[in-house]
T-cell receptor, first 113, second 111 residues
Framework: EPEVTQTPSHQVTQMGQEVILRCVPI?????FYWYRQILGQKVEFLVS????????KSEIFDDQFSVERPDGSNFTLKIRSTKLEDSAMYFC???????????FGSGTRLTVV | EDQVTQSPEALRLQEGESSSLNCSYT??????LFWYRQDPGKGPEFLFT???AGEEKEKERLKATLTKKESFLHITAPKPEDSATYLC????????????FGEGTQLTVNP
């Protein structure tokens, strides 16, 4: 069964450092997403990406965040200057669009120290 | 603002003891309601999409139903491997393709 692959599975970074979280969506999917889940809290939407541009973003997704699809397979989330409150599980997801359910990756656990 | 409330927060069942999980929602026009299963340290795994009131979907021991204000996930004769957190999410007509999630119900099925 096709799956969304995320790397790394766990990343520890110093406050103020830049991190890049990587994702390989399902190959025939057109819509790509980043969500995050702070420990013990609900899954929260960050950004959606379609046709090589951001289609929607949440209030969380400020100027410190950016997304990119550098080639035909990868989809990345960059956090420019990490803060302690960025510590969370970050999930990448992809979908065919419409009301097809998203397929989520297993996540990257980001720990900012 | 779209809101999703799930109850109970946690549920313990004995193997074979059927029950239901509830998802109440408030959205400005529902495009779809989604149920996901999440195992510890993993991403949400898609179970169902429901589009309109009265709709029902089934998968093995799970059955999801939808009304205009809430959805139920019925678990019939659960097994220990059904233990997980079950997440409900809505997609609203006015919110593009984003999903708004509830807090989830943590289900534990004891053998």
């Amino acid at each position: 069964e096709p799956e969304v692959t995320q790397t790394p599975s766990h990343q520890v970074t110093q406050m103020g450092q830049e991190v890049i979280l990587r994702c390989v969506p399902i190959s025939n999917h057109l819509y790509f997403y980043w969500y995050r889940q702070i420990l013990g809290q609900k899954v929260e939407f960050l950004v959606s990406f379609y046709n090589n541009e951001i289609s929607e973003k949440s209030e969380i997704f400020d100027d410190q965040f950016s997304v990119e699809r550098p080639d035909g397979s990868n989809f990345t989330l960059k956090i420019r200057s990490t803060k302690l409150e960025d510590s969370a599980m970050y999930f990448c997801a992809s979908s065919e669009g419409g009301l097809y359910g998203y397929t989520f990756g297993s996540g990257t656990r980001l720990t900012v120290v | 603002e779209d809101q999703v409330t799930q109850s109970p927060e946690a549920l313990r069942l004995q193997e074979g003891e059927s029950s239901s999980l509830n998802c109440s929602y408030t959205v400005s026009g529902l495009r779809g309601l989604f149920w996901y299963r999440q195992d510890p340290g993993k991403g949400p795994e898609f179970l169902f999409t429901l589009y309109s009131a009265g709709e029902e979907k089934e998968k093995e021991r799970l059955k999801a139903t939808l009304t205009k204000k809430e959805s139920f996930l019925h678990i019939t004769a659960p097994k220990p491997e059904d233990s997980a957190t079950y997440l409900c999410a809505v997609q609203a007509e006015t919110s593009g393709s984003r999903l708004t999630f509830g807090e989830g119900t943590q289900l534990t099925v004891n053998p």
